[in-house]
Nanobody, 116 residues
Framework: QVHLVESGGGLVQSGGSLRLSCAAS????????MAWYRQAPGKQRELVAT???????NYADAVKDRFTISRDNAKNTVYLQLNSLKPEDTAVFYC??????????WGQGTQVVVAS
């Protein structure tokens, strides 16, 4: 089992920045890929960014050049730097980790609100 705790969300003005963190505990040796998703009000959860254990990243088109995913394997933590935030980025952000055996674990989510 892997337990995830996200932090760093909050209220920010349009154009502002936030840094989200997601710390993993438990069976951390089994963690392979890490990712951030978001779910806006009334919309389905969508993939924001992914990062492999080796550090290869992938981003949704809507956040490319604005968001940066990174991870610290020694701290078992994944980060999401959010820059140039827009009101349409308002959502609950969730981190997800995938184990080497293919199990997905989700955090509880952290709210990001971008005021115009």
């Amino acid at each position: 089992q892997v337990h995830l705790v996200e932090s760093g969300g909050g209220l920010v003005q349009s154009g502002g920045s936030l840094r989200l963190s997601c710390a993993a505990s438990g069976s951390i040796f089994s963690i392979n890929h890490m990712a951030w998703y978001r779910q806006a009000p009334g919309k389905q959860r969508e993939l924001v960014a992914t990062i492999t254990r080796e550090g290869s990243t992938n981003y949704a088109d809507a956040v490319k050049d604005r968001f940066t995913i990174s991870r610290d394997n020694a701290k078992n933590t994944v980060y999401l730097q959010l820059n140039s935030l827009k009101p349409e980025d308002t959502a609950v952000f969730y981190c997800k980790v995938t184990s080497f055996s293919g199990f997905d674990y989700w955090g509880q989510g952290t709210q990001v609100v971008v005021a115009s």
